[in-house]
């Protein structure tokens, strides 16, 4: 199905279905353990073996040798697999340095070997006894010393490009009220729960993988490559993932480890990689340098908006995209963006949940409260008086849906807003100075081609089937919600089967482009069931009515399991879409209110409550956004108070590599959150005229907590995350 015009009137508009608040149609099997990951498939292949990867002792060199005779003859080892034994391997194209290492070395806790045997305890104890001798080279680990040396990312991706509309330095310079202002966020983790791990298994030429795997198409694709093997050969199976954004869009050492080991041992063989790979060896949110510059008129109208930002990966790897969001949020005539890479001997930088949006935000919303102070105007006021219905860039393109001001005028309400004290560290509770800290939330509605395939047999049961995956989020439920609603049947009678790469390729999980694009891949593919249901009880498809498990024209209605009653009815389609993101701006917007509660004594900052007005177009089940919006916005707290992944300067890796040493907040961190979703439908996005919503929860929040915790201090700290030394020294006097 091709969607190049706007949606009109369709069967999901009826909302009996979509729409609903229902509960996930896999929380029985999530509560009951019966939901199986990556590492617990036991018994889907006989004689399983359990390999543990070694990592690199150094971030860049070589090995100058390596061995293995005591790792070999420790108890109950199968093979050792080392770049030599494994052979030519090629390195799949979205992967920044190579999954196994050797000689050369491009980073820290790069994969080396992997040792297999026949318990995890004596993979590991064998592992132990690998004996590996390093020459190192000087590595470039500091972003904040090279910074000068950075350079225009590399690539034919426009989005790359400096931009330039008018004559931002000349308006920046004849500005009535200026602000020029630098910002840093840190490396961080996406420490998701459930450890990258794979299960491989070899039948003759075929690789079956069980992994956790955000993308699965990807997967295949980029394993084909590495291995020099057929993707028919290949085949992939995530049901379940237990947290990935962003970390697990790649292929990564677990799933090539995994099936080099089983090769070398001829059995099955079991990979998860241990917290400290999880974290160097994986890929992580580069940091930034950014700086913002903002010119307006004394009433506030801005006339320049410039935003550079600096990031570094490894070679060949790519930028922190802080920047883009500058160019769509705020009006103003003459603007200016710039992004420069460095080249660090870091573990790779790659996505993590909402890249460019979520560090960007962060510098840029707290600019925007620092400019509204200069101009003794309230923050909210500030933002909407440089509102826009139009790209900045493109004013003749205009946005399908923009209801910024509206999440604004809601949230205020619903907030208190107007309870604010302007001046900082005048609102207090016991030993509490009360602040209160807003921000705009952004990201783009992407789209993506997703397929499906739709089945109806002889009870009325109806099967979908798409290799999209479920990280938590509920594509489970919104599959089957779209299902049902489209061929007139309760929930119940879906059956929904995602994560298997025998399946329809569809858009995966990741960029909040998974749920608005593999739904309406489920719509396309029912639209065809729909016809083939219709011609086979000899009704005119496009006066069918299909509701309560019936199909109705006219005064006819007969029950939809009859048209399956001499064989299964079968459907496959794939949404594609036209030019509509091109001739109009599709994306999210939001507004983040938060309350915090600063110690005058010991500046330990509380959050006391958070709330999101989003709006995202069509909100395919209000039950499972909340928890992906108030997940978000528990993991933008975390970035603005404590999650920094600490750099050893001298050997280039992450110091605080586990759970104990990168702490992340939980929900249990704060009293109160709250979610608004507004009422929006956009024809311009897809058939179901929704839009992702993932990540727009995260966008925005870290500025919102600093601008908090400034209203309630006078303390302005830039440098993320804002913990408690960095307020100490600065705090107002405790009486």
């Not at 010119?295 to 922190?320: F, M, N, Q, V, Y």
């Not at 962060?362 to 400019?371: F, N, S, V």
Request: charged share 25%; with cysteine; aromatic share 6%.
């Amino acid at each position: 199905m091709k969607f190049d015009k706007p949606a009109t009137d369709n069967p999901i508009d009826r909302l009996q279905v979509v729409g609903q608040p229902r509960d996930r149609i896999d929380g029985a099997r999530k509560v009951t353990g019966t939901a199986r990951y990556a590492y617990e498939h036991h018994d889907v292949a006989a004689n399983q073996a359990y390999g543990y990867v070694v990592g690199a002792g150094i971030a860049k060199g070589r090995i100058a040798s390596i061995k293995l005779d005591a790792a070999r003859k420790a108890p109950g080892v199968l093979a050792i697999v080392t770049a030599k034994e494994a052979g030519k391997l090629n390195k799949g194209k979205r992967n920044t340095a190579r999954l196994l290492a050797g000689p050369e070395i491009e980073h820290y806790h790069q994969a080396v070997a992997l040792v297999v045997a026949e318990s995890f305890e004596q993979a590991r104890a064998a592992a132990s006894l690998v004996e590996i001798a390093y020459a190192p080279t000087k590595g470039t680990f500091d972003l904040k010393k090279v910074k000068d040396s950075g350079k225009k990312p590399e690539g034919d991706d426009p989005s790359l490009d400096d931009t330039n509309v008018g004559d931002f330095p000349g308006a920046f310079e004849s500005a009535q009220v200026k602000l020029d202002q630098s910002y840093t966020t840190p490396d961080e983790s996406h420490a998701m729960m459930e450890p990258h791990a794979t299960l491989a298994a070899w039948e003759g030429e075929r690789l079956t993988l069980w992994t956790s795997n955000q993308m699965v198409a990807w997967g295949v694709a980029d394993m084909a490559a590495t291995l020099g093997i057929s993707k028919d050969n290949i085949r992939i199976m995530s049901p379940f993932i237990g947290g990935g954004f962003g970390g697990k869009l790649f292929l990564r050492s677990d799933v090539l480890l995994a099936a080099l080991g089983a090769r070398a041992a001829k059995r099955p063989v079991k990979v998860a990689l241990q917290r400290p790979l999880m974290i160097n060896n994986t890929t992580h949110r580069p940091a930034t340098i950014q700086r913002i510059r903002i010119g307006a008129t004394r009433e506030g109208k801005i006339t320049a908006i410039g935003h550079e930002s600096w990031s570094g990966d490894l070679p060949g790897g790519g930028p922190e995209v802080a920047v883009q969001q500058t160019r769509l949020l705020y009006a103003g005539a003459n603007r200016m963006t710039a992004m420069r890479l460095v080249e660090l001997d870091l573990p790779e930088g790659n996505a993590m949940r909402a890249p460019g949006e979520a560090p960007g935000l962060m510098a840029l919303e707290i600019a925007m409260d620092e400019m509204a102070e200069k101009l003794s105007l309230d923050p909210i006021a500030f933002r909407m008086l440089n509102d826009t219905q139009v790209d900045p860039e493109k004013p003749e393109r205009p946005f399908s849906m923009r209801q910024l001001g509206e999440c604004f005028r809601v949230g205020a309400e619903r907030f208190g807003w107007s309870r604010r004290q302007a001046r900082p560290g005048t609102m207090r509770d016991g030993h509490g100075l009360i602040g209160f800290g807003v921000a705009a939330a952004f990201r783009n509605n992407i789209v993506m081609k997703s397929g499906a395939r739709v089945s109806l047999d002889s009870q009325g049961i109806v099967t979908v089937e798409t290799d999209m995956t479920d990280i938590g989020t509920g594509s489970y439920t919104i599959i089957g919600q779209t299902a049902a609603e489209m061929l007139g049947v309760d929930l119940y009678k879906v059956v929904v089967r995602l994560g298997d790469s025998a399946f329809p390729v569809s858009a995966g999980s990741g960029g909040q482009w998974g749920g608005n694009s593999a739904t309406a891949g489920v719509y396309a593919a029912c639209v065809k069931l729909r016809e083939a249901v219709a011609q086979k009880l000899g009704i005119n498809s496009g006066e069918a009515v299909f509701e309560g498990g019936d199909v109705k024209a006219g005064n006819r209605s007969l029950p939809l399991a009859s048209a399956a009653a001499s064989g299964p009815l079968t459907a496959e389609d794939t949404i594609e879409y036209g030019d509509l993101d091109e001739t109009h701006q599709q994306s999210t917007f939001g507004a983040h209110f938060v309350e915090v509660s600063v110690d005058t004594a010991t500046a330990e900052t509380r959050i006391r409550r958070m709330l999101a007005v989003c709006a995202a177009g069509r909100i395919l089940n209000p039950k499972t956004a909340r928890s992906q919006v108030i997940g978000a916005m528990t993991m933008g707290a975390g970035a603005a108070l404590m999650e920094e992944l600490a750099v050893d300067k001298r050997r280039g890796f992450f110091v605080n590599h586990d759970l104990a040493g990168y702490e992340v907040p939980v929900h249990a961190d704060i009293p109160h959150q709250d979610v608004i979703f507004l009422d929006e439908t956009d024809p311009m996005s897809s058939p179901m005229k929704a839009k992702g919503v993932g990540e727009l929860g995260i966008c925005g929040v870290g500025a919102a907590i600093a601008n908090a915790i400034y209203n309630a201090t006078g303390v302005r700290v830039r440098d993320y995350p804002i913990t408690l030394d960095k307020l100490i020294r600065h705090m107002p006097d405790a009486a």
